[in-house]
């Protein structure tokens, strides 16, 4: 099994949890931007590679990667290709030509939390996630959430008719956050600014603690994480960052801002004010 040092979580315990069991994994290294490098990833390559997981966006910084170029050569060597599109999926036109796999969570896109989906290519066979019924073609009996599939189908919709629209409204509030506060000393901007999903951004900055800060900005109602959301609890630095490069003790001091379709862009001058001053406080 090949993956890359970013992955999230979810797939980062997978894979250890198989190293347990006596299987390989390879774990990518990516650049400063984040990006995966294919000419690592072909000789990563064996005779024994099963499967490569990798995902279509990072959930912590927003790269995305070159998705159909890995498909092609996992395609070439006969191998599957798993793509966690989590972050990615209601955000941007998702192309899966050349995935065989592909995992979505519907709370990514205004959906209802505890409902997600995996796309399977019609030529990919695999076993049974649980034996004893029929639904869900066999793979995964048992009674079905029917509310929570309507609903996610129905997000899944409504996002990419408005994505247009949404995503230049985002990038409109995005931009402007990220150029204000890069003119805050010692402000470093995290990811790649040419290839990255529209409403993610991620900032360390020097002589700050991630998690002091986002305590301050919290007190004040701000939303935000210092990495994934999944890992917010954490104090240890982004496990994202460090794989890029970002020295330790900035990786500690980062801030990760997500933005949505129901931000408006009243909210950037409160938000820009409160972090301006949550740093300066915590600096002192």
Known sequence: MIISKIEHHAVLHTAQALEKEGYSVTYLDVNEKGQVDLQQLQQSITDKTALV??????????TIQPVNQIGQICHEKNILYHCDAVQAVGSIPIDIFNMDLLSASAHKFNGPKGIGFLYISKKV?????????GQEKGKRPGTE??????????????????????????????????????KIPGSHFNGDEDNRLPGILNISFEHIDGQSLLFELDLKGICASSGSACTSGSVEASHVLLAMGVPYILAHGSLRLSIGRYNDISEVDTIIKTIQEAIEYLRK
């Open 53 to 62: 997981s990798i995902m279509y966006a990072n959930n912590e910084v927003g």
């Open 125 to 133: 066979k695999i076993n049974n996630f649980i034996e004893g019924g």
């Open 145 to 182: 959430n029917v509310a929570g599939i309507v609903g996610m189908a129905t997000a899944l919709k409504e996002n990419y008719e408005l994505m247009e629209a949404k995503n230049n409204r985002i990038q409109t509030i995005r931009n402007q956050l990220q150029e204000t506060l890069l």
